[in-house]
């Protein structure tokens, strides 16, 4: 069946990088659905060229929204990496 092949919650590239940080990019593979995760997941390179796990928990989209659980989840790893340096 085609809905078979539609993953529960996907995002474009234009919609990911315009809720990512300025000089961030993103990496590869090319962000996907995690079917066992039940996440959306996709690397996400900050300036420094280091990379990150962008994970979008498909209850977090269900919960508030698919792009609101985008901003979360981008906000989340903005807190993880700056935490990282400290």
């Known amino acids: 069946m085609v809905a078979d092949l539609i993953p529960p919650l996907s995002y474009t590239d234009v919609e ?20 066992d995760k039940q996440r959306f997941h996709a690397v996400v390179l900050d300036g420094s060229e280091l990379d990150w796990e962008l994970e979008i928990p498909k209850a977090e989209a269900d919960k508030h929204g698919r792009i609101e659980a985008l901003r979360r989840a981008v906000d989340r790893l903005d807190r993880e990496r700056f935490k990282s340096f400290l």
């Open 16 to 35: 990911l990088e315009s809720y990512l940080p300025a000089g961030w990019t993103l990496g590869e593979p090319t962000p996907h659905w995690h079917d």
